[in-house]
């Protein structure tokens, strides 16, 4: 047993996170996203929200500083539909990891961002447009 990790975290998607290096791809889809389909790697979360995932997976996940946009939610293709779920995704970032900018993709060009991520969770989350990547920064060993 280890101390001060989210049970929400399965042991499955702890070992990815930690294979993941500078620059890999996680991608958290909802449960209407084909994770099975595009997916390289499939780490299955059913029953579990995005938010709450997000928010675990941030605990030890830095977001790569070395690009615009560490952070991709897949575009409703309306302006004027913004899922809510995406305030929750931004509270949880500037969290704990301070402001970030966010790519919008268009559907089918997040399908095929999916297709080269390191892995994809598949999550039981219900909100429409959920899905969401994020890219990979460098872990920093405190001092």
């Known amino acids: 047993m280890l101390k001060n990790i989210p049970p929400i975290l399965s042991p499955a998607l702890l ?3 930690d294979e993941m290096g500078h ?17 390289q790697r499939l ?10 995932l997000l928010d675990a997976i941030l605990t030890f996940f830095p977001l790569d500083s070395f690009v ?8 409703t293709g309306d302006v004027n539909v913004r899922p809510p779920i995406w305030q929750e995704y931004s509270k949880c970032i500037l969290r704990r990891e301070g402001d970030r900018h966010v790519e919008m993709l268009e559907r089918f060009a997040f399908y095929e961002r999916t297709k080269t991520a390191y892995a ?7 909100e429409l447009y959920a899905n969401i990547i994020l890219k990979k920064g460098v872990v920093v060993a405190d001092n």
């Open 15 to 17: 070992k990815l996170l």
């Open 68 to 75: 615009e946009c560490p952070v991709g939610l897949m575009d």
């Open 23 to 39: 620059g890999d791809e996680l991608v958290l889809g909802d449960a209407n996203f084909p994770a099975a389909a595009l997916g």
């Open 120 to 126: 994809v969770v598949a999550t039981g989350e219900t």
């Open 43 to 52: 780490v299955r979360a059913d029953g579990h929200g995005i938010p709450e």
